[in-house]
Nanobody
Framework: QVQLVESGGGLVQAGGSLRLSCAAS????????MGWYRQAPGKSRELVAD???????NYADSVKGRFTISRDNAKNTVYLQMNNLKPEDTSVYYC??????????????WGQGTQVTVSS
């Protein structure tokens, strides 16, 4: 029905930057909320940031002032600009979308994840 494809992960030194992208495609009427989550080995998945279609954003305390979430509604794409990266930001990052489908039902969808590794 809906596919979320992430890109932009990789290996970076502490203090560096990365930009993640997530493009949604498929049977989409509209997307309300889009967000980024992360999961490190042995830990539960946690919210990093999310943003509504109107542009309201929310951040985890650990990334405030360093990460910026944005979206292009016309492209059904959400971005995560990550600056001043720290080793503790190392995780698999997952995109999530709250989608109103062409069938007028709603559902949550996840991307496949992209690895972000920050070396000290």
């Amino acid at each position: 029905q809906v596919q979320l494809v992430e890109s932009g992960g990789g290996l970076v030194q502490a203090g560096g930057s990365l930009r993640l992208s997530c493009a949604a495609s498929g049977s989409i009427r509209s997307i309300n909320r889009m967000g980024w989550y992360r999961q490190a080995p042995g830990k539960s998945r946690e919210l990093v940031a999310d943003i509504t279609s109107g542009g309201w954003s929310n951040y985890a305390d650990s990334v405030k002032g360093r990460f910026t979430i944005s979206r292009d509604n016309a492209k059904n794409t959400v971005y995560l600009q990550m600056n001043n990266l720290k080793p503790e930001d190392t995780s698999v990052y997952y995109c999530n979308a709250d989608v109103l489908l062409m069938t007028r039902s709603t559902s949550f969808f996840w991307g496949q994840g992209t690895q972000v590794t920050v070396s000290s």
